[in-house]
T-cell receptor, first 110, second 113 residues
Framework: DAKTTQPNSMESNEEEPVHLPCNHS???????IHWYRQLPSQGPEYVIH???SNVNNRMASLAIAEDRKSSTLILHRATLRDAAVYYC???????????FGTGTKLQVIP | NAGVTQTPKFQVLKTGQSMTLQCAQD?????MSWYRQDPGMGLRLIHY???????DQGEVPNGYNVSRSTTEDFPLRLLSAAPSQTSVYFC????????????FGPGTRLLVL
């Protein structure tokens, strides 16, 4: 199964943009790139997903490299509520094949 | 909609005891799953179900049983609790198995002494 690689931790100042990278060099053509985040003491929550084109929603933007071997989750203005662990996962045929790694712990500095 | 609900929120067991963690969803989702999350770790899939009456094993199924008699409910049974099963357990559901957004419950924190 295709795996993803993310930095263990990142810091950002409040109200500044945050770019969270994810490498997935063995991605297959049918893999969707999903991002979830987990706030302290809560279950993960969906953030965004995409296949080939960049995607925007009310929470974030997802930039996907042309060769799809990497992607970046963009939070346009980090708030203290965005402090969480962010998971980048690949999903092509069901969550039984999905691996949630350790993600990136984002710290937002006031 | 209540989404995905889990009970209890916290449980302490003694080694060898059995218990059932409850999970329910009111979104008419076909796919449901159970994960465990150990401190500092990502989520690992225990069991999953693609519909009522259909279940299968995930990455770490040993020591756990599941059944899916209705679309709404997906209980996880610990047959004989062990300290290694101390963890936070999350239930999740999605509309289908094909990669749609997954919705997670708030978790059950289990301590086995």
């Amino acid at each position: 199964d295709a795996k993803t690689t993310q930095p263990n931790s990142m810091e950002s100042n409040e109200e500044e943009p945050v770019h969270l990278p994810c490498n997935h060099s063995t991605i297959s053509g049918t893999d969707y790139i999903h991002w979830y985040r987990q706030l302290p003491s809560q279950g993960p929550e969906y953030v965004i997903h995409g296949l080939t084109s960049n995607v925007n929603n009310r929470m974030a933007s997802l930039a996907i490299a042309e060769d799809r071997k990497s992607s970046t989750l963009i939070l346009h203005r980090a708030t203290l509520r965005d402090a969480a662990v962010y998971y980048c996962i690949l999903n092509s045929g069901g969550y039984q094949k999905v691996t949630f790694g350790t993600g990136t712990k984002l710290q937002v500095i006031p | 909609n209540a989404g995905v609900t889990q009970t209890p929120k916290f449980q302490v067991l003694k080694t060898g005891q059995s218990m059932t963690l409850q999970c329910a969803q009111d979104m008419n989702h076909e796919y449901m799953s159970w994960y465990r999350q150990d401190p500092g770790m990502g989520l690992r899939l225990i069991h999953y179900s693609v519909g009522a009456g259909i279940t299968d094993q995930g990455e770490v199924p040993n020591g756990y049983n599941v059944s899916r008699s209705t679309t709404e409910d997906f209980p996880l049974r610990l047959l004989s609790a062990a300290p290694s099963q101390t963890s936070v357990y999350f239930c999740a559901s999605s509309y289908n198995v094909g990669g749609e957004t997954q919705y997670f419950g708030p978790g059950t924190r289990l301590l086995v002494l």
